[in-house]
C-alpha cells in the first residue's frame, strides 16, 4: 500500500489520476492529508510518499520529519520517499544548480540586499507554482518599482525569489517546457508543453506534428540519466521536474513534489489522448514498482512532541492570516474604487515603490 501525504486543497492532484487513468492502483494508493498524519498514534506499514513539502510550514516540516525518522528506525520494512528536511526546495535547488553550472541562471531572494543579477529577471513566490508574478523586469528601477505591488497583492517579501531570465525559446519563438516525473527509481518522460509565452505553464499550441514531437519524447526519454542525476542532487524521490533546453543543456524551472500528474480526459484533445495513455502505461508500473506488502494490522506507535504541535498552531494561524491577506487583496483589485485610485496614485506608487522596498529590506 502507498500512502500519498498530501495538504489540504491539494489531493486532485493524484485523485484524478486514480479516476482516469490508474483505476489500477485505486486498491493500492491511499491519500493522507497532513492534518490526519499528524493527529495519528499509529500508522500502518506500507510505502509513504511526503508530497507537497513546499506547502509545509516549518513546524509542519519538522513534525513530518520527526514522523519520518519514527517510521525509519521501527526496521519495519516500509519504504519513505522524500525527506521532508531533506529534500531541496525551489531556492536551494536553483542555486545549487547554478552553482554546479548546470542552470545558466542564478537566483536571489528578494530581500537579499546584495544580490548581483544579470537583467532582465522576474518575480515569482518560493514555494507556490502559480509561475512569475511579474514579466520580464529590465534593471533595478523596474524590479524595485514591481516588488511593492507585488506586496500590495498579498505577497512578502521574504517569500519572493528573484530569477534571471533564460531565454530558451527555439528558432520559432516556440519555448518548449519539458516534464517528468521521479517515482522511487524510475524517470518517466510526462509531456512537452509548447507556447508562444516565455511563461509556459500550459500548452497553448496543440497540433499533430507537436503531439508526434511529444510522442518520441515519452519513447525515447533521452534525458533519463541526466534527470536522475539532478534529482538525486535535489534529495527528491518522488516528484516532476519542469524544464527546458538551452544549447542542449537542461536548464531546471522547478521540481514539484505534488504535481498533477495529468488532467481528466475530457480535457485534452482527441488526437492528444493515445500519448497520455502511453504516459499513463509508464506511470502505472512505476507507482505498483514501489509499493510494499504488509498484513493490514502491522502498525506502527507514533509519539507526538507537545512543543512541535504548539508551534504547529503557531504557524498555521500566521498561514491563514497570510491566505486571507491575499484573498482580501484579490477581491480588492475587482473594486471599482481601488481601480480608480489606482490610476490616480500608479505615477506616484512607481516613484515611492524603490523607497519602500529598500525600507522593507532593512
Known sequence: MIYYIVTDGYAHTMETFLTHWGTALRDGVSILRYDDLFSRNELPVGTYIFADLERLAPAELEMAADIWRQLEESGRGLRLLNHP????????????????????????????????LRFPVFLREAN???????????????????????????????????I???????????????????VGETVIPCHVDHSCDWVVKDTDLVSLDIVDFERRYLEENPHEERLREIFKTARIDYGRIDYSLLDGEIQTWEINTNPVIALSPDEYQPFHLPVKRMFAAQMVPAMV???TDAEPDDVIVLTQSSELLKRMQLDRARARRT??????????????????????LKPALGMVSPLIYKATRQ
Open 85 to 116: 528536511r531533506h529534500a531541496m526546495r525551489r531556492f536551494e535547488l536553483l542555486s545549487t544548480l547554478a552553482d554546479q553550472g548546470l542552470n545558466q541562471f542564478r537566483v536571489a531572494r528578494a530581500s537579499d540586499k546584495n544580490a548581483t
Open 323 to 344: 491566505r486571507s491577506r491575499r484573498r482580501f487583496f484579490r477581491q480588492a483589485q475587482r473594486w471599482a474604487v481601488v481601480r480608480f485610485f489606482r490610476r490616480i
Open 289 to 291: 514498482a514501489i509499493q
Open 164 to 182: 534571471e531570465y533564460c531565454d530558451t525559446a527555439d528558432e520559432n519563438g516556440i519555448f518548449k517546457k519539458y516534464s517528468a516525473f521521479m
Open 128 to 162: 507556490e507554482h502559480g509561475g512569475s508574478l511579474t514579466g520580464r523586469l529590465a534593471n533595478h528601477t523596474q524590479l524595485e518599482g514591481a516588488i511593492v505591488p507585488a506586496m500590495l497583492r498579498g505577497h512578502r517579501v521574504k517569500d519572493m525569489l528573484v
